[in-house]
């Protein structure tokens, strides 16, 4: 895998077809999208974000072609493996180590979504919004900015979670 080491995606079959479907961080996709295209598949695009598929020496590469939050492409092969292959791995991630950080969710706040048809994203007290087809930074000045403005933005996340986020000592903040 690419971006994270062990990081799960699942193909699904629906219909006797194969999809991929990212139980993780989504870098972004949002729907099952099927792998049944030869060497390249179709553009995504959701709002500013464009993104296809390649098939090269038996791994499927994510390439990001405009507007992506994250890195240029990541890679993932296609194999079946048993629930107990990658329980210890996703325990990494969601069970929180002080000692041992194994994911950047761990260390930072990171959320992406779509506020008005817009991309919007957060990463520690960066602020990034989609404007004219571009993403835009700015950086928040205080902790207090920081839970507004993911209050504004993302309004699924309780006082008490977006506190203990904010106040976690492994965040590298800007200001």
Not at 51 to 65: S, T, V
Not at 77 to 85: A, F, G, I, N
Not at 142 to 162: A, E, G, R
Request: hydrophobic share 40%.
């Amino acid at each position: 895998m690419g971006l994270l080491p062990n990081h799960p995606v699942i193909g699904v079959m629906i219909n006797l077809k194969e999809y991929l479907v990212d139980v993780g961080t989504g870098y972004p996709f949002w729907e099952a999208i099927p792998l049944d295209f030869d060497m390249e598949s179709q553009v995504y695009a959701k709002s500013c974000i464009q993104f296809k598929y390649k098939k090269q020496n038996g791994h499927i590469l994510r390439i990001n072609i405009k507007g992506n939050l994250q890195e240029n492409f990541y890679d993932f092969e296609t194999k079946q493996v048993s629930l107990d292959e990658v329980n210890h791995h996703l325990a990494k991630v969601y069970q929180y180590d002080p000692d041992a950080i194994y994911s950047p969710f761990h260390t930072g706040i990171q959320i992406m979504g779509w506020y008005d048809g817009k991309a919007v994203g957060m990463k520690n007290n960066i602020l990034m919004l989609e404007d004219d087809g571009k993403m835009k930074a700015t950086v928040l000045e205080t902790k207090q900015d920081v839970k507004h403005t993911i209050k504004n933005y993302f309004d699924k996340f309780s006082d008490d979670m977006l506190d203990k986020a904010i106040e976690n000592k492994a965040i590298k903040w800007s200001f």
